[in-house]
């Protein structure tokens, strides 16, 4: 381990003449480029939804034509945009409700278990996170078919419940890990159930962990595809797969409006969590 | 589903003996009960799905491995999963050489620039998929930005509709499955190594190749690991950026499963990419200890911003 004595020309060597204030050990300009250059390509794309969308083209065509607020006008007075908008709301609601408590459930459960078996389980319950979706999507509409699930709200909720409960185990087993057991004893002692030792001590402590995997199931639900690609029925499709149609079947730039709204809705609610932690912190 | 009500009326601590550890392996604690909920859910909407589909694509009862055979034999799925895995690859090299000096450069700056950096590195993580790759065809079309700024050179690029496109638009959205593995690996060398390295005379690039870089190996494969794996099941970045006739993996079962409605092989080619996949992210995760760190890109920005 030690550094050889090699003489290899460096190429990005300092001069060694004049010496700057800088540090020896500064970040040198070109990684700063690299990392400018790599924050352009994460924020960049996303944001060119936002002049498309106020183009008065009908196709996909970029730049922009135009100013118009059509396909504002167009998202919010046609029906389909509008249902779809709607059963993605509801089915994210009720599945993000479902998914915060058996996540809740488990991680309060796994809190308090140890060993080999737990670990397992904790695996199980993560793995649909590292289970790619398409192989989700395929297992689920097989199975669902012969259930009579595919196409139903209830399937709907099912998967997508399924999808953001690890994330609901991860945030609240994160806010557990603060959390002083001997609070439940003291609680105990003092006579209170322990339903009620949950609801007034427990509850109240991880409530941010609890609010963060509730906000991130139902952003997890809202935005999926894959499996709701599989599931949709001509009655019945989600906000994401009228998107996936409008560019695959339809070429209705009306996405462009939709691809706006729902970039700056999850960003208000991804903000909530973080303005709630750092207003938390800044005592 | 009769078992979710219990969610929420099951009460969590039982009355706590005096003593929180030692029995638990002896006597079964009630704590069971709590994931019960959560695994029958997972069983309804995963586990048992993934069982059927797996004894389907055995011909059970009477076992067979024609399914699976198939697979290899039939000429498409094969060329289909090369296709999948070079493209999985160029995925990888890309958010390796954005993610290694990004994750670098987290590790150098203040504590809250370094916010900053890695809500960036979050943004694509955040926005809606389809959102996403709506973006990506518009800049990636015939006359988008990408295809006219080419044309300034005299050269006439279009990433629409080929497996290149498709790499850049996933490698932006797997970012951070790069970036948080090294970027915790690379926070745990001690630099004082490297002065020490310039110290006795050794450039800094001997110094990063002989001491810096062995010291990230880990990070490096464990990101190296879980990028390629989690970019092998992607469809709806092929499906919209792609073709038809350079299709991935992930477009081959679904068109199996929803076009020819073949369960039994769409099956068993769900059960390859579902082991490749699984075999792939332990490996990882022994490495680096990454599986956790998908839960916790989802959560990190919650935690980290300060």
């Known amino acids: 381990m030690t550094a050889t004595e090699l003489d290899v020309p460096a190429a990005p060597a300092p001069p060694r003449a004049r010496r700057r204030s800088r540090g020896v050990d500064a970040v040198p300009w070109w990684l700063r480029l690299v990392v400018a250059a790599g924050a352009l390509y994460f924020v960049l794309p996303t944001l060119f939804v936002i002049p498309m969308s106020f183009s008065s083209s009908t196709t996909f065509s970029f730049p922009p034509e135009g100013f118009s607020l059509q396909l504002y006008r167009n998202f919010f007075t046609d029906p389909v945009w509008l249902t779809s908008l709607r059963n993605s709301f509801v089915v994210a609601l009720v599945a993000a409700t479902l998914a915060t408590l058996v996540g809740t459930a488990a991680a309060v459960g796994l809190h308090h278990l140890t060993g080999r078996l737990a670990r397992l389980a904790r695996t199980v319950l993560m793995i649909s996170i590292v289970t790619p979706g398409i192989v989700i999507a395929v297992v689920v509409y097989i199975s669902f078919l012969k259930w009579h699930l595919v196409g139903s709200f209830a399937g709907y909720v099912l998967a997508h419940a399924a999808l953001g409960m690890p994330f609901v185990l991860v945030s609240v087993t994160s806010a557990l890990s603060g959390f002083d057991s001997k609070l439940l004893r003291a609680s105990a002692s003092l006579g209170a159930t322990p339903l009620r030792t949950f609801t007034r001590v427990t509850m109240p402590l991880i409530s941010r962990g609890i609010v963060t995997g509730a906000v991130f199931a139902f952003v997890t639900s809202f935005d999926e595809v894959v499996i709701a690609l599989f599931l949709r029925s001509p009655t019945f499709q989600t906000l994401p797969v009228q998107m996936f149609n409008s560019v695959t079947f339809e070429v209705d730039p009306t996405i462009a409006a939709t691809s706006s709204l729902v970039v700056s809705a999850v960003t208000v609610v991804c903000l909530v969590p973080l303005l709630l932690g750092s207003r938390r912190k800044n005592r | ?306």
């Open chain 2, 1 to 306: 589903m009769a078992t979710l009500d219990t969610a929420s009326t099951t009460s969590p601590p039982t009355r706590h003996p005096a003593r929180t550890d030692g029995a638990t392996r002896r006597t079964p604690k009630p704590h069971w009960l709590l994931l019960v909920p959560a695994l029958a859910l997972l069983g309804v909407v995963l586990l048992l799905p993934l069982a059927q589909s797996f004894l389907r694509s055995v011909g059970a009862p009477d076992l067979t491995d024609e399914n699976y055979r198939t697979l290899f034999t039939d000429g498409v799925t094969m060329r289909v999963l090369l296709r999948t895995v070079r493209t999985a690859l160029l995925v990888t090299v890309i958010a390796f050489a954005f993610g290694y000096p990004y994750a670098y450069v987290m590790t150098r700056v203040g504590p809250r620039m370094r916010a900053v950096l890695l809500v960036i590195v979050l943004v694509p993580f955040w926005t809606s998929v389809m959102a996403r790759n709506f973006a990506w065809i518009l800049i990636l079309q015939r006359g988008g930005p990408v295809n006219e700024f080419s044309k300034l050179f005299g050269l006439d690029v279009v990433l629409y509709g080929n497996v290149s496109g498709v790499a850049i638009a996933m490698s932006q959205v797997l970012l951070p499955f790069m970036v948080l593995p090294l970027f915790s690996a690379l926070g745990g060398i001690d630099r004082r190594l490297l002065l020490a390295a310039r110290g006795l005379g050794s450039s800094p690039v001997v110094a990063f190749w002989k001491i810096y870089w062995p010291l990230s190996r880990a990070g490096v494969t464990a990101g190296l690991i879980l990028v390629f794996t989690l970019s092998l099941g992607f469809y709806v970045t092929p499906a919209l950026l792609g073709t038809p006739q350079e299709s991935l993996i992930a477009q081959l079962l679904a068109q199996r499963t929803t076009q020819l409605l073949d369960f039994e092989g769409a099956g068993a080619l769900g059960m390859v990419v579902l082991v490749i996949t699984l075999v792939l992210v332990a490996w990882a995760n022994r490495i680096g200890g990454t599986v956790s760190a998908i839960g916790v890109v989802a959560t990190s920005g919650t935690k980290e911003a300060r």
